[in-house]
């Protein structure tokens, strides 16, 4: 029987009662006088606070356990708080006497959790491949560097990291070795490829996995963006610097004396700097128009009336957008890149052919279902772009974009509030439906990047062996708005909840050092 377990019974000898001697305790819990007047000791010198009686009851281990388990696994694994910071987090709510709280015991216990987790995810994994419900995946590519170089593979459909590894190099044999691996196990293929254009990723599309490189939006802004918001930036800095030293040279000539020409020459030097900042203000407001143009063109649906959109749509309309862009620099003296202009170009046509690609799923998934032209319309212009608009509305920080998408959203609501079959549906079938449509939504694996960055900053390093816990914490415990895990979404099953599974496998948790001159004080 294990330590906790002799305390809590001689605990419950003596509470229920307090005046029975060593040895009646002994011949009530078959333990020796030894150890009953050992343990007895041990639960006295434990006793110094009025909540400490609740630590020795049955229920009360059993919710200090999940106290403890939680701490680590909340602030310890997930927000990478340090073990000297838990130590006195556990010393100050007096539970030094009931577990063991020094750094390294503190280290040792998430280092069980660990294995846990690991274990755990593991077996979980190879039930939702046994399952055999996983679709085929949409992924997106990237690296991010920390203290080593981690790649980074995810699946955008359902936000499940496929591969999160620690690499020497982003060759695109060592990019190949480790994703076919990942795939080869999970059985699963790749639609597309969404990347910045590094070659090793592009080949791992085209040639590795065979199948279609989209280039990252992300990226392409971001080129646009590094060319041509400095230039402007700095010309508008310089606009208003010179709007405020021609302001106070005409307040110096208002209060001194001076002649009529000079005090005309700096109001007209006022009124030319008031243009010159109105000029840059515009400019900086119209190159931010078209970047935000080119990021809500890319959409299964048109903005304005929700019609649906080819790629040859969008590519016109994106080429459109970066003439435009072009045409404005050139009107106002700004430098020109045309090598850069020229990399956005040619991913043009790889950023619209996205919106193929996304429309051949959807064919795909109604082929199942036999549809009427009536229906078929509905589920098209009605249904997934209502679904759409919802959950780009939800994910859009900018005030100018979401009130565009608010719109379009506002728009295909009434339009589907008003439609006959969204009237003769029964709620269950709507539901049915809305899942299906929720499903067309992706995200991105920059937003992981950042995160992981944030950790590693925040932290100065993380643990080597936390890599993979927090691969497993991203896949099984981030739940999203609807109460789903990425997990559950690429598998398509339910999983129980990680906390709980992981806690019902911390049987015990360490004693407490008990170090000498604390024995020979209690003496």
């Known amino acids: 029987m294990r330590f906790w377990a002799k305390s809590r019974l001689i605990f419950n000898a003596f509470r229920d009662n307090a005046k029975a001697s060593i040895r009646q305790v002994a011949v009530q819990t078959g333990f020796s006088k030894s150890s009953v007047h050992r343990l007895g000791q041990a639960i006295a010198r434990r006793d110094r606070h009025p909540e400490s009686w609740l630590w020795e009851t049955e229920e009360g281990r059993r919710w200090f356990i999940r106290l403890v388990v939680a701490v680590l696994y909340v602030f310890g694994l997930k927000r990478g708080v340090g073990a000297e910071t838990i130590s006195e987090f556990f010393v100050r709510l007096h539970l030094e006497r009931h577990v063991g709280c020094s750094p390294s015991a503190v280290r040792g216990m998430m280092e069980e959790l660990e294995r846990v987790i690991l274990a755990t995810a593991e077996a979980w994994e190879g039930e939702g491949i046994a399952g055999g419900e996983i679709r085929p995946i949409?992924?997106?590519?990237?690296?991010?560097?920390?203290?080593?170089?981690?790649?980074?593979?995810?699946?955008?459909?359902?936000?499940?990291?496929?591969?999160?590894?620690?690499?020497?190099?982003?060759?695109?044999?060592?990019?190949?070795?480790?994703?076919?691996?990942?795939?080869?196990?999970?059985?699963?293929?790749?639609?597309?490829?969404?990347?910045?254009?590094?070659?090793?990723?592009?080949?791992?599309?085209?040639?590795?996995?065979?199948?279609?490189?989209?280039?990252?939006?992300?990226?392409?802004?971001?080129?646009?963006?590094?060319?041509?918001?400095?230039?402007?930036?700095?010309?508008?800095?310089?606009?208003?610097?010179?709007?405020?030293?021609?302001?106070?040279?005409?307040?110096?000539?208002?209060?001194?004396?001076?002649?009529?020409?000079?005090?005309?020459?700096?109001?007209?030097?006022?009124?030319?700097?008031?243009?010159?900042?109105?000029?840059?203000?515009?400019?900086?407001?119209?190159?931010?128009?078209?970047?935000?143009?080119?990021?809500?063109?890319?959409?299964?649906?048109?903005?304005?009336?929700?019609?649906?959109?080819?790629?040859?749509?969008?590519?016109?309309?994106?080429?459109?957008?970066?003439?435009?862009?072009?045409?404005?620099?050139?009107?106002?003296?700004?430098?020109?890149?045309?090598?850069?202009?020229?990399?956005?170009?040619?991913?043009?046509?790889?950023?619209?052919?996205?919106?193929?690609?996304?429309?051949?799923?959807v064919e795909q998934d109604l082929e199942q279902v036999i549809l009427t032209p009536r229906w078929r319309s509905w589920v098209e212009e009605v249904l997934l772009p209502l679904t759409y608009w919802h959950l780009h509305v939800s994910h859009t920080r900018c005030p100018r974009r979401k009130a565009q998408l608010l719109e379009a959203l506002q728009a295909v609501q009434d339009t589907f509030d008003s439609h006959p079959i969204t009237q003769q549906l029964a709620p269950d079938v709507l539901e049915g439906w809305k899942r299906w449509a929720a499903q067309r939504a992706s995200s991105a694996v920059e937003g992981r990047n950042g995160y992981l960055s944030q950790m590693q900053h925040n932290h100065r390093g993380l643990p080597k062996r936390r890599y993979k816990v927090w691969t497993v914490l991203h896949n099984f415990d981030c739940r999203a708005s609807d109460g789903t895990t990425p997990a559950s979404r690429f598998f398509r099953q339910g999983f129980p909840d990680l906390f709980d599974t992981v806690l019902s496998q911390i049987e015990d948790l360490p004693r407490p050092r008990e170090r000498k001159q604390t024995m020979a004080l209690s003496h």
Not at 337 to 356: F, H, I, S
């Open 138 to 361: 949409i992924g997106a590519v990237d690296e991010t560097f920390l203290e080593r170089m981690m790649m980074v593979f995810m699946d955008l459909v359902s936000g499940y990291l496929v591969v999160e590894e620690v690499a020497d190099d982003r060759t695109y044999e060592t990019w190949y070795t480790l994703v076919e691996a990942r795939l080869e196990a999970l059985k699963v293929r790749v639609l597309y490829l969404v990347s910045d254009r590094a070659k090793a990723l592009v080949k791992l599309a085209e040639t590795g996995l065979d199948c279609l490189s989209i280039p990252d939006l992300f990226h392409l802004i971001y080129d646009l963006v590094k060319s041509y918001s400095l230039a402007i930036g700095r010309r508008l800095q310089q606009a208003r610097r010179d709007l405020d030293q021609a302001q106070k040279h005409l307040c110096q000539c208002l209060v001194s004396p001076s002649s009529a020409p000079t005090l005309q020459q700096a109001q007209a030097r006022v009124e030319a700097c008031v243009a010159e900042v109105t000029r840059w203000e515009s400019v900086r407001l119209a190159y931010r128009r078209h970047l935000e143009r080119v990021s809500l063109i890319v959409h299964p649906w048109r903005l304005v009336d929700s019609t649906r959109q080819s790629s040859q749509d969008v590519e016109r309309q994106l080429q459109a957008e970066i003439n435009a862009l072009e045409a404005l620099v050139e009107m106002h003296g700004l430098p020109v890149k045309p090598t850069t202009l020229d990399k956005v170009r040619k991913q043009l046509a790889g950023v619209a052919t996205l919106l193929d690609c996304w429309w051949q799923g």
